[in-house]
């Protein structure tokens, strides 16, 4: 099959500008050292909408570019697919770095590390590329990691701080416990059709059906095992529970990191991947219901802890951990298209709401705290304006993206023959109200009301410049109106979305009454209206409320203010326990006393190895070979008289 | 061919080091020049066997034989195929970086470190080139000395205790070994050739017998658990050069020994010990990973880690099929090219500051960034990170382990997330973090020092995103190997559950050591 040049250089690009800017950034210096980077992304978006304008006419394509490992029956190749769906996260991924890039420009103005931010983001923007384009699993797994790597090295960009340069070998050790499920299940696929690529594997995927595996003396039904392998390394990647604890934590990067990787790109990945082997999914009911679950409960459980947290970054990031899970019961309840509209539709919203407060934290002189904020729509008008549309896309409120997307999965999960599907809706509704609550506290704290911060910081007080406020402004115009190409028929539109990705993700086999469609998007609707009102009534005409209500329950404020404790678990459970084995039992014991004592005691018992030794020093080593050429002459003679 | 390319290589760094003997010691230059172009022509030299070699032949290639001792049947046969290939290049490649990092670390009798670091070269090339079993037992004793003497006199501290331990721990293997060669040469027909030897078909019993023997040296070498508590020793005591080879080449020799020995001389011992094997090596991969969480010492740490890693290198080859077997043999290099540049760079660092305490360092990447991104790279490949060597060799590990023993490929894969835990944390404790008072104003790497580096640091991209220039040489050879160990026997599938496996494995080996 013929492939188009621009295809793989939809990632190379980015990968030659990130070669070129890690070897000569640093002459290049900060006037200079961002052009590679940003022409190169930005010659990337262009090709990715030549892409989608080659898969709007028809085409399709899977194409080989060279062998990458090959030993005996087992070969994979590099290669690229493009479809639908990859055609989706192209232009996802490379319009919100390309924004990205530009503000960076602005934000990390004036920071030493200036070039090496800049060469880091092209090798992530390389990496997510690979990640969406490739066409086996194998390309899949680099782009996966490598998009960890590039997280790892941005999360800990600040490597002096101690708390970044943990937050940074956190994300990369958690994801490792995701990958090794996900590594198992590449291989177990390899196994099961002798291939990695996605074609093949997914054209013969429903032979799996009704077969087990058997290992560690348990069965396993085939289809859910494979499926619930690669959705390990789903959970980690897109952090859901139980691997969630990296994410909030990635906060310690710069904030242009968090809406391009913690927000928009990178964390969507394990949407992606079970989007993507949909195939393999849709032939376990068992193991869509675990999305199922996995998703509403991780959904309720961020959204809770950000109620209550007052770092204005954790708070969203909290809110992405519970938009991801959004796009699992999309997912799981075998809505994966839905699921996609909505990774697409929170892409914009959600690096818009970073990257406002990147603004936010620019103008407050590196403050992140709420409860120092106040006021500032007077200071930063034009934040203020993109924020609130963010805020009430997220919230769902009728005509903004975030309506569109999260009305679908809802609808969704409601009519979905999958077990689970009810009480995701359920969950999803209730969150759906929570989410609305929580983004518009923050939004009020930050905005609203009056300055609680210091002189000093108040005097500082400034829009952001233009390199800055224009990202924002094409961001809050996807935040309106990215979710207008799947506007649902019973609204008039003519449902787009789905039908452009049916080809890969097929269509939900559910039917939903008018009249049912109409009352639950009026339940959300209203969910999401409550939730704003009530931020409203407490933070904004009555700000003793919340105080109150923390002083009413503290035991449960201190559970969600500490995030359930969750850390604190891994550490006594995990990390206390594995450390304390290698120093008090393999190194005291195993090692030092029994295999050391073992070894160091054979001489003694058979001769004084202290005295070997001292001989061996003295230089008299012919003591010691005469000793063991004698034995052997002693062994030898017991093994051939016999 | 017609030009002993083989015994060129053999012997041109003995001749080289022969001609170091007279020059004057206090001219370090010339010691130095002389080591290095030895080092160097002897990599040039060594080139033309890359390009040269056919990788459709399972045969030996650049074949010489020549009778020796003829009393005994004991011949000058040397020869080379598609596994023995790679480790020749590569330590050609590693000698010149051994003398490049040495060029102002070792101060006292330079001389004669770098005769002993060129008689070893010479030595190590000698063991992969061997088909002879005696020829092959004197090049493997003969590396024996001058890295006792490298760890011993140009080590740290506790250098005696060490290079004893390294001494005393491979002479016993070696011994053991040597017991098992002279009951080959008397039951296999009174030959030492290596080839001869495979072709025959010994009874089980006897082949039990020399597989364990055998395997006291090269479990030794290797080192497999329980063996291994020399090796952080001499890796921590030995001089950076001393490290590098132990890394990149001796300890390989352990496996090396297990592909051309211990599998085509005792197959069906093989097939039958492979569960043992694969039980030590995945014991090996965690014991050795958790317990580098523990370590307070640079150098340890990578030692410790080799345990780890070298039990991927035995697991692959002990899965008996081509992705283990090759994925194995293809981590053998990686490990060399991956923990040899990581001791080549700790020291550097070290001949900067003299501490190898981790709580030592902190902050490095501000002060030495350059050696900061070249430390990185080695550290991701380590941990098996796609698009590095490690992970090519790591993941064909795996899969082959998987389709052994679908419980050892579990096993064997959380040895990632160790290995992730115990790297990363290093790196930070090394490069991240605040600044550490006695680092600060140390000067980034100089120019022979980047020199040193970067081959490492290509060979681990260039493989880690080509790999078949490597895998095709091996195609061939374990193909041949594999189908010699598992023809056979009706398969290595097993339908026992797992825990009953390792029972009966187990059961197998007590007669055997008691014998």
């Known amino acids: 099959?013929?492939?188009?040049?621009?295809?793989?250089?939809?990632?190379?690009?980015?990968?030659?500008?990130?070669?070129?800017?890690?070897?000569?950034?640093?002459?290049?210096?900060?006037?200079?050292?961002?052009?590679?980077?940003?022409?190169?992304?930005?010659?990337?978006?262009?090709?990715?909408?030549?892409?989608?304008?080659?898969?709007?006419?028809?085409?399709?394509?899977?194409?080989?570019?060279?062998?990458?490992?090959?030993?005996?029956s087992f070969t994979v190749s590099v290669g690229f697919l493009l479809d639908q769906l990859t055609v989706v996260m192209l232009i996802v991924v490379t319009s919100i770095s390309s924004l990205v890039h530009i503000y960076s420009v602005g934000y990390m103005h004036g920071d030493p590390g200036y070039p090496r931010f800049f060469a880091y983001l092209s090798l992530f923007t390389f990496s997510m590329l690979m990640l969406v384009t490739g066409n086996n699993f194998l390309q899949l797994y680099f782009g996966w990691?490598?998009?960890?790597?590039?997280?790892?090295?941005?999360?800990?960009?600040?490597?002096?701080?101690?708390?970044?340069?943990?937050?940074?070998?956190?994300?990369?050790?958690?994801?490792?416990?995701?990958?090794?499920?996900?590594?198992?299940?590449?291989i177990l696929i390899f196994l099961l059709f002798g291939t990695l690529h996605y074609d093949p594997v997914f054209a013969q995927a429903s032979a799996m059906t009704g077969r087990t595996f058997d290992i560690f003396g348990m069965s396993f039904d085939l289809p859910t095992l494979v499926a619930l392998l690669l959705f390990c390394g789903a959970v980690g990647k897109s952090a859901q529970i139980p691997l969630h604890v990296w994410l909030p934590d990635a906060m310690e990067g710069p904030t242009p990191v968090s809406a391009l990787i913690h927000a928009a790109t990178m964390v969507t990945a394990g949407v992606f991947l079970v989007a993507r082997c949909n195939p393999i999914f849709a032939l376990s009911e068992t193991a869509l219901?675990?999305?199922?679950?996995?998703?509403?409960?991780?959904?309720?459980?961020?959204?809770?802890?950000?109620?209550?947290?007052?770092?204005?970054?954790?708070?969203?990031?909290?809110?992405?951990?519970?938009?991801?899970?959004?796009?699992?019961?999309?997912?799981?309840?075998?809505?994966?298209?839905?699921?996609?509209?909505?990774?697409?539709?929170?892409?914009?919203?959600?690096?818009?709401?970073?990257?406002?407060?990147?603004?936010?934290?620019?103008?407050?002189?590196?403050?992140?705290?709420?409860?120092?904020?106040?006021?500032?729509?007077?200071?930063?008008?034009?934040?203020?304006?993109?924020?609130?549309?963010?805020?009430?896309?997220?919230?769902?409120?009728?005509?903004?993206?975030?309506?569109?997307?999260?009305?679908?999965?809802?609808?969704?999960?409601?009519?979905?023959?999958?077990?689970?599907?009810?009480?995701?809706?359920a969950v999803g509704t209730l969150v759906a109200f929570m989410t609305a609550f929580y983004s518009f506290r923050l939004f009020f704290l930050t905005f609203h009301g009056k300055f609680r911060g210091t002189e000093a910081q108040k005097r500082h007080l400034h829009e952001s410049p233009?390199?800055?406020?224009?990202?924002?402004?094409?961001?809050?115009?996807?935040?309106?109106?990215?979710?207008?190409?799947?506007?649902?028929?019973?609204?008039?539109?003519?449902?787009?979305?789905?039908?452009?990705?049916?080809?890969?993700?097929?269509?939900?086999?559910?039917?939903?009454?008018?009249?049912?469609?109409?009352?639950?998007?009026?339940?959300?609707?209203?969910?999401?209206?409550?939730?704003?009102?009530?931020?409203?009534?407490?933070?904004?005409?009555?700000?003793s409320i919340p105080v109150k209500i923390g002083a009413a329950f503290p035991a449960a404020y201190r559970w969600l203010f500490n995030k359930y404790y969750v850390d604190e678990l891994y550490d006594a459970t995990i990390i206390k326990p594995t450390i304390g084995l290698a120093k008090s039992v393999l190194m005291k014991i195993t090692d030092g006393a029994i295999i050391e004592g073992i070894v160091n005691g054979i001489p003694r018992l058979v001769g004084s190895f202290s005295g070997v030794l001292r001989r061996i020093q003295d230089g008299n080593v012919q003591h010691y070979l005469a000793a063991m050429a004698g034995s052997v002459v002693l062994i030898l003679f017991w093994f051939l008289k016999g | 061919m017609d030009i002993p390319i083989l015994s060129i290589l053999i012997f041109l760094p003995v001749v080289g080091a022969l001609a170091l003997l007279p020059v004057d010691r206090e001219r370090p230059g010339i010691i130095k020049w002389t080591a290095l172009s030895v080092a160097t022509i002897e990599l040039f030299a060594s080139i033309p066997l890359w390009f040269h070699f056919d990788k459709t032949t399972a045969s030996m290639q650049f074949v010489e034989k020549a009778s020796w001792i003829p009393a005994w049947n004991i011949e000058y046969h040397l020869g080379i195929d598609g596994i023995s290939?790679?480790?020749?290049?590569?330590?050609?490649?590693?000698?010149?970086?051994?003398?490049?990092?040495?060029?102002?670390?070792?101060?006292?009798?330079?001389?004669?470190?770098?005769?002993?670091?060129?008689?070893?070269?010479?030595?190590?090339?000698?063991?992969?080139?061997?088909?002879?079993?005696?020829?092959?037992?004197?090049?493997?004793?003969?590396?024996l000395i001058p890295m006792f003497l490298i760890i011993g006199v140009w080590g740290g501290p506790k250098r005696i205790y060490a290079a004893v331990k390294f001494f005393l721990y491979t002479l016993v293997g070696?011994?053991?070994?040597?017991?098992?060669?002279?009951?080959?040469?008397?039951?296999?027909?009174?030959?030492?050739?290596?080839?001869?030897?495979?072709?025959?078909?010994?009874?089980?019993?006897?082949?039990?017998?020399?597989?364990?023997?055998?395997f006291a040296a090269f479990a030794v070498k290797v080192p497999m658990w329980p063996v291994h508590t020399w090796l952080p020793d001499a890796h921590t005591e030995a001089p950076a050069a001393g490290s590098?080879?132990?890394?990149?080449?001796?300890?390989?020799?352990?496996?090396?020994?297990?592909?051309?020995?211990?599998?085509?001389?005792?197959?069906?011992?093989?097939?039958?010990?492979?569960?043992?094997?694969?039980?030590?090596?995945?014991?090996?991969?965690?014991?050795?990973?958790?317990?580098?969480?523990?370590?307070?010492?640079?150098?340890?740490?990578?030692?410790?880690?080799?345990?780890?890693?070298?039990?991927?290198?035995?697991?692959?080859?002990?899965?008996?099929?081509?992705?283990?077997?090759?994925?194995?043999i293809l981590q053998m290099i990686n490990h060399g090219i991956v923990t040899g540049a990581l001791f080549l760079a700790v020291g550097m660092v070290y001949e900067r500051t003299h501490t190898r305490r981790i709580e030592d360092y902190g902050g490095l990447a501000s002060h030495m960034p350059i050696f900061a991104a070249f430390f990185m790279v080695f550290t991701?490949?380590?941990?098996?990170?796609?698009?590095?060597?490690?992970?090519?060799?790591?993941?064909?590990?795996?899969?082959?382990?998987?389709?052994?023993?679908?419980?050892?490929?579990?096993?064997?894969?959380?040895?990632?997330?160790?290995?992730?835990?115990?790297?990363?944390?290093?790196?930070?404790?090394?490069?991240?973090?605040?600044?550490?008072?006695?680092?600060?104003?140390?000067?980034?790497?100089?120019?022979?020092?980047?020199?040193?580096?970067?081959?490492?640091?290509?060979?681990?991209?260039?493989?880690?995103?080509?790999?078949?220039?490597?895998?095709?040489?091996?195609?061939?050879?374990?193909?041949?190997?594999?189908?010699?160990?598992?023809?056979?026997?009706?398969?290595?599938?097993?339908?026992?559950?797992?825990?009953?496996?390792?029972?009966?494995?187990?059961?197998?080996?007590l007669p055997h050591i008691h014998h």
């Open chain 1, 1 to 72: 099959m013929n492939m188009p040049l621009y295809l793989p250089l939809i990632p190379f690009l980015p990968l030659a500008s990130f070669v070129f800017t890690i070897l000569f950034g640093n002459r290049l210096g900060e006037k200079r050292a961002h052009f590679v980077p940003i022409a190169t992304v930005l010659a990337s978006l262009a090709l990715s909408i030549v892409a989608l304008g080659d898969v709007l006419n028809g085409t399709r394509i899977n194409a080989d570019l060279y062998t990458w490992i090959q030993s005996g």
């Open chain 1, 289 to 425: 219901n675990v999305v199922t679950v996995t998703g509403a409960v991780t959904c309720l459980f961020a959204a809770t802890i950000a109620l209550v947290q007052v770092d204005i970054k954790r708070v969203v990031a909290y809110s992405t951990v519970s938009q991801l899970a959004y796009m699992f019961i999309g997912c799981g309840v075998g809505a994966y298209s839905a699921g996609i509209f909505h990774l697409y539709t929170h892409a914009y919203f959600k690096a818009l709401l970073f990257l406002g407060c990147g603004s936010v934290i620019h103008a407050m002189s590196n403050e992140q705290d709420v409860r120092s904020m106040g006021g500032l729509r007077k200071y930063l008008p034009i934040t203020y304006i993109t924020m609130l549309l963010a805020s009430l896309s997220i919230s769902g409120v009728p005509g903004f993206a975030g309506f569109f997307s999260k009305d679908e999965i809802l609808a969704m999960a409601y009519a979905s023959h999958v077990g689970a599907g009810k009480f995701a809706w």
């Open chain 1, 466 to 543: 233009y390199v800055m406020t224009i990202p924002l402004m094409f961001l809050a115009f996807g935040a309106v109106a990215s979710g207008w190409v799947g506007i649902p028929a019973i609204l008039g539109g003519g449902a787009h979305w789905t039908h452009f990705l049916e080809p890969v993700l097929g269509h939900p086999a559910v039917h939903l009454d008018h009249k049912t469609e109409w009352i639950l998007m009026a339940t959300s609707v209203a969910a999401g209206g409550l939730g704003i009102l009530l931020a409203i009534v407490m933070y904004l005409l009555n700000p």
């Open chain 2, 380 to 509: 991701l490949a380590a941990v098996g990170l796609p698009g590095t060597n490690g992970f090519v060799g790591e993941f064909l590990i795996l899969l082959g382990s998987f389709v052994a023993r679908s419980w050892a490929g579990v096993i064997a894969a959380t040895g990632v997330i160790i290995g992730a835990a115990y790297m990363l944390w290093l790196y930070q404790r090394i490069f991240f973090n605040p600044a550490n008072s006695k680092i600060i104003g140390l000067p980034d790497l100089d120019d022979r020092e980047i020199v040193t580096l970067l081959p490492m640091l290509i060979l681990i991209l260039v493989v880690g995103i080509f790999p078949t220039l490597l895998l095709d040489y091996l195609h061939v050879s374990v193909a041949h190997l594999l189908a010699h160990v598992t023809g056979n026997t009706a398969g290595t599938g097993s339908n026992v559950g797992y825990l009953a496996e390792i029972a009966g494995g187990m059961k197998q080996i």
């Open chain 2, 174 to 214: 070696s011994l053991l070994m040597l017991v098992g060669i002279i009951i080959l040469y008397q039951t296999g027909g009174h030959t030492f050739d290596i080839l001869a030897l495979s072709m025959q078909e010994f009874p089980f019993r006897l082949q039990m017998l020399l597989f364990w023997a055998f």
């Open chain 1, 145 to 186: 990691e490598a998009v960890g790597l590039s997280s790892y090295l941005l999360i800990g960009f600040w490597y002096e701080k101690v708390s970044a340069a943990n937050a940074g070998k956190k994300a990369f050790i958690v994801n490792r416990f995701g990958d090794f499920g996900f590594g198992l299940g590449v």
């Open chain 2, 244 to 328: 590098v080879i132990l890394a990149a080449i001796l300890i390989k020799m352990g496996a090396y020994g297990f592909l051309r020995f211990s599998l085509p001389i005792c197959p069906d011992a093989s097939v039958a010990m492979m569960v043992p094997m694969i039980v030590l090596s995945i014991i090996a991969i965690v014991y050795g990973g958790i317990i580098c969480l523990g370590q307070t010492d640079l150098k340890r740490l990578i030692a410790y880690s080799s345990v780890s890693h070298m039990g991927f290198v035995t697991l692959g080859i002990f899965s008996l099929n081509t992705q283990g077997m090759e994925g194995g």
């Open chain 2, 85 to 143: 290939i790679l480790f020749i290049l590569l330590s050609a490649l590693v000698t010149i970086l051994c003398i490049l990092v040495s060029w102002n670390a070792i101060e006292k009798k330079r001389k004669e470190f770098f005769i002993s670091l060129l008689l070893i070269e010479g030595a190590m090339i000698g063991v992969f080139c061997s088909l002879d079993l005696f020829l092959f037992y004197i090049f493997w004793e003969a590396m």
